[in-house]
Structure formats: structure tokens, C-alpha cells
């Protein structure tokens, strides 16, 4: 049983649970660039909440620090209840329950798909191979690519081997996935096959944060949009709600550019 089985979840019990991801006043410099100020972000068990904005704004940054691939300077990150771990074997067992799937795709050139699924199962996870191996055919079937469980990433499509990235975070059975643009590297026919993967992770239950510029998928999939410019979180919103009537004047420019394309 894994987590792409519909229903299935490590916490919670209706649509959506406890608070899984909780950022509480955090703030981040880079140098004197204030990139993320004053942060207040709750996601529950079970929801989806897709951040959106302009280029610069923070976002990728803001998805970077829930699994510490970007460190806060002020500011608390918990996860489950726990604090975010600074270092050593407990940040590799937090980045464990993360997924996280990347604008680029970051597989091994050297291993087949299969090996690219399995690898953070077996060395992580402890995983018996023959396990790992059943799991992970399972999991590249499920994002349609598991014909192409014995090639390498080069033979693949980019949306194929995005795809492949989003199976190999779901084999180490996360609590929650972080999706940074996941789309944003493609060809315009490639991103419409791995948007349905992500919205078919939405529909069976997975904690998802989801950067990206495809308006469509967060009308359809999220629960939350949260709209960040300059740094900070200026609202948030239903889809309905923010698509239709955006409450703040920075959301409406965003909107009234990027809708009239």
C-alpha cells in the first residue's frame, strides 16, 4: 500500500487533518535583500496549497526552506509537530518524509529509471531491494512511465523524466511534496502529462505545496492559492475566491497580466 493509493495517508482523517507544515515568523536575507519577511504559513494534513506570483518574489525560496535546502535566519519551520533538524542524520531523516520535485528533473544519468526510483528506499528507507523494486515499478505505472523502468533518463522525454522524479519522491513515502515549478523546464505538449500526475496526487490525498505559473492547475487542484510578491504573502485565498475577486491591488496587476495571455 502506498501513498498513491486512494485515501491513504499518514495522518488525518476527512479532507484534510492537523497542521502537517507550519513557518511561523520566518524571514531570510540575502545579504540586505530581505527575500522572505515575516512568514505565516499553516498547511494541514491532506491539502493542497498552490503559491503563486511574480518572478523575485520568494516562492522557490519559501518551498527551499521546508526540507532546509535554504536555511531561515528568524523564524520557526515545524513539521509534524517537530522543528525543522539542523544538520547531520536527522535532516537526511526529515528530507526522507519531504518530497521534493525540482524544475529540473536531477536524475542520475548513470542509473536506469528504476534505479533512480529505488535508490532512496533501499539507502534511506532500508528497503529491501526486491521490495524496493516491486514498490517502484508500482509507483512508475502509476505516472505512466513504468514501460521505461530499465532505460536512462537521456532516452526519456523531459516530461517523462519529470514524471520519474515525481515516483521517485513518492517511493520514499512522504508526509508531504514540495513542488518547485515543476512544469517550468518543458515543452508546452510535456506539461499537461505531468500536471495530470500532480492532479491525480491531489484527488488521492497527498500534502502538496506547489509552486508554479500554471493558472489552471491552481484553479482546479488547490485548496489555497497563496499569492507572495516582494518577499511576503500579501493574501490567500480559495481559487473562486482569489480568481474572481482578488482582494489586493498586487494581486489584481498579477492576475489582470497574466490572465488576458
Not at 514501460?147 to 522524479?165: C, E, F, I, M, T
Not at 482569489?242 to 490572465?259: C, E, V
Request: a negative charge; charged letters at 25%.
Amino acid at each position: 500500500m502506498t501513498l498513491l493509493d486512494k485515501g491513504e495517508k499518514p495522518t488525518g482523517g476527512g479532507r484534510m487533518g492537523e497542521p502537517l507544515v507550519v513557518l511561523d515568523g520566518v524571514n531570510k536575507w540575502y545579504g540586505d535583500l530581505h527575500v522572505l519577511q515575516d512568514i505565516n504559513l499553516s498547511v494541514r494534513a491532506r491539502e493542497v496549497v498552490v503559491v503563486i506570483g511574480p518572478s523575485g518574489s520568494g516562492k522557490s525560496t519559501l518551498c527551499r526552506t521546508i526540507n532546509r535546502l535554504e536555511t531561515i535566519d528568524k523564524g520557526s519551520i515545524t513539521l509534524d509537530g517537530q522543528p525543522l533538524p539542523e544538520e547531520g542524520k536527522a535532516l537526511a531523516n526529515l528530507r526522507a518524509e519531504v518530497g521534493m520535485v525540482f524544475q529540473s528533473f536531477n536524475l542520475f544519468a548513470h542509473k536506469t529509471i528504476l534505479e533512480n526510483v529505488t535508490l532512496g528506499p533501499i539507502k534511506v528507507r532500508k528497503q529491501k531491494k526486491a521490495e524496493a523494486e516491486k514498490t517502484g515499478r508500482e509507483l512508475l505505472d502509476r505516472v505512466g512511465v513504468g514501460h521505461q523502468a530499465d532505460k536512462y533518463p537521456a532516452q526519456l522525454s523531459g516530461g517523462q523524466q519529470q514524471r520519474v522524479a515525481i515516483a521517485r519522491a513518492l517511493a520514499m513515502n512522504p508526509k508531504v511534496m514540495l513542488f518547485d515549478e515543476p512544469t517550468s523546464a518543458l515543452d508546452p505538449e510535456m506539461i499537461k502529462e505531468v500536471l495530470d500526475v500532480m492532479v491525480d496526487l491531489a484527488e488521492g490525498g497527498m500534502t502538496m505545496i506547489v509552486v508554479t505559473h500554471e493558472m489552471g492547475f491552481a484553479r482546479t487542484a488547490a485548496d489555497r492559492v497563496v499569492f507572495m510578491a516582494d518577499g511576503a504573502i500579501v493574501e490567500e485565498n480559495d481559487p473562486e475566491s482569489f480568481f474572481t475577486n482578488p482582494q489586493s491591488d498586487r494581486a489584481k496587476d498579477f492576475l489582470g497580466k497574466i490572465l488576458k495571455h
